[in-house]
C-alpha cells in the first residue's frame, strides 16, 4: 500500500478532513496515482514484514497536530513534487524488518491462547514505549499500539520492527463478547471490558515494565524465544465498598487506581460499581496504595442531543480523595474505605 499525503497545513475554521488517497502496488511494485494536483507530497509505503516509517516515530501520547510529532513524520516519510501536467517518478525502498516471537504459557504450563501481546521499545533514554509498525494501528487510537494475539498453542510472532531494544508485554483478557440473534431476528453483538482483571506480564515472567528482560534486535533479524510464563499462582484480589465518612452510605461513582507504594507507578485502574462496591482480581503480592478520587453521589439526568437520547451521571455530593495503604499477602474480600468531605482529604 502506498499513500499520498499533502504537506501539513492548519486547518480553518469548520474545515472537514479528507482522506488521502492511497494506491496498491502492481506485482511489479509499481503504483500509480492519478489528477494530482500540483504541489508538494509525501509518500508512505507499507509492506507486511517491512519497517513502516511510522514505526520509527515513537507514538506514546501522540498527537499527530504536535509540531514535533510532524516534524518527525516529514523526516521519515519520502518528499516529492509535482508539476502540473507532468508525470512525476518516485522510489520508494523498505528495509526488511526485524521479528520478535515466542509463546505465552500459564504456570501449569497450559498455552495462553488469544491473549494480547504487545511490544514496547526501549528509548534512548531508556523510557519504554508503545510500538506501531503500520498506519493503521496509529491513527485515530489514544495510546496507538501494535498488538497481536497468540494462537491456539499459545505462539506470537511480531515482523517489521526497526532494529532496537524491545520487551514483550502480554495482558489478560479483559473482554467478552455476547451475540444475538443466532437464530433469526436482528443481529447483535455487545463488547464488555473488565479493567478489574487486567493482569500484565513482561518478558523475564515478571509484573513489572522495569524489571523485564531487553531483548536487542538488529535490522533483518529474527529472535524466537521471547517467551512469558503468567504465574497464576499466589495472586491475590482486593474487594471492598466505599463509603461516605459522615453517615456510612455507600456512594455510587468513584475512580480507583492500585498503585504500587515504592513508585507510585499504576498497576490498576478501574471505575467504582453504582452500588458502592469494587474488585480487582489477580494481583501480585506486595505493597500498594489504593487511591480513591473523584468520590461522588450522583444521579441519572437524561440528555437529548437532536435524536440521540442518553443517561449521564450528575453529581449531587462531592468528597474528598483518599490514599489507602496495603501490603497485600492473602485476598482482601471485605475492605472498607470511608471517603470524608471534600474540604478534608485523608490519608487513612
Known amino acids: 500500500m502506498v499513500l499520498l499525503q499533502p504537506p501539513p497545513h492548519k486547518f480553518a475554521p469548520n474545515e472537514q478532513p479528507t482522506a488521502s488517497p492511497t494506491a496498491r502496488t502492481a506485482l511489479d511494485g509499481s503504483f500509480h496515482f492519478t489528477k494530482v494536483r500540483a504541489g508538494t507530497y509525501y509518500l508512505l509505503a507499507e509492506y507486511a514484514g517491512y519497517v513502516s516509517p511510522i514505526a520509527k516515530v515513537p ?80 491513527m485515530g487510537i489514544v495510546n496507538p499500539r501494535t498488538v497481536t494475539l497468540t494462537d491456539d498453542r499459545g505462539y506470537f510472532r511480531i515482523p517489521g520492527l526497526p ?68 504465574p497464576l499462582l499466589g495472586l491475590r484480589s482486593i474487594s471492598g465498598s466505599i463509603l461516605a465518612l459522615s453517615d456510612g452510605h455507600p456512594i455510587n461513582s468513584a475512580k480507583i487506581q492500585l498503585l504500587y507504594a ?32 473523584d468520590p461522588a453521589d450522583t444521579v441519572k439526568e437524561a440528555k437529548h442531543e437532536g435524536p440521540m437520547h442518553y443517561e449521564v451521571d450528575k453529581p449531587v455530593h462531592t468528597y474528598g480523595p483518599v490514599d489507602q495503604p496495603i501490603i497485600l499477602h492473602a485476598d482482601v474480600p471485605s475492605l472498607i474505605i470511608n471517603v470524608p468531605e471534600k474540604s478534608q482529604p485523608q490519608k487513612q
Open 59 to 138: 507514538s506514546i501520547g501522540v498527537d499527530n497536530s504536535d509540531q514535533a510529532v510532524v516534524e518527525k513524520l516529514e523526516k521519515a516519510l519520502n518528499k516529492i513534487t509535482v508539476a502540473a501536467n507532468k508525470e512525476t517518478a518516485a522510489e520508494i525502498e523498505l528495509e526488511r524488518g526485524a521479528a520478535i516471537a515466542g509463546a505465552i504459557h500459564y504456570d501449569d504450563g497450559s498455552p495462553a491462547n488469544s491473549v494480547e501481546v504487545s511490544i514496547l521499545r526501549q528509548e534512548k533514554d531508556g523510557k519504554l514505549a508503545p510500538v506501531t509498525i503500520q498506519l493503521a494501528d496509529r
Open 163 to 230: 532494529a532496537g531494544k524491545y520487551i514483550a508485554e502480554t495482558t489478560f483478557p479483559t473482554t467478552s463478547v455476547s451475540y444475538g440473534g443466532i437464530f433469526g431476528g436482528p443481529s447483535l453483538v455487545e463488547v464488555r471490558n473488565n479493567e478489574s482483571t487486567a493482569l500484565k506480564v513482561y518478558s523475564g515472567n515478571v509484573f513489572r515494565s522495569k524489571d523485564a528482560k531487553v531483548v536487542e534486535l538488529v535490522a533483518g533479524g529474527e529472535r524466537d524465544g521471547a517467551d512469558i510464563t503468567i
Open 262 to 293: 515504592d513508585d507510585k507507578t499504576t498497576l490498576r485502574n478501574i471505575d467504582l460499581d453504582e452500588d458502592g462496591r469494587f474488585s480487582l482480581a489477580y494481583l501480585p503480592e506486595g505493597e500498594y496504595i489504593l487511591r480513591v478520587t
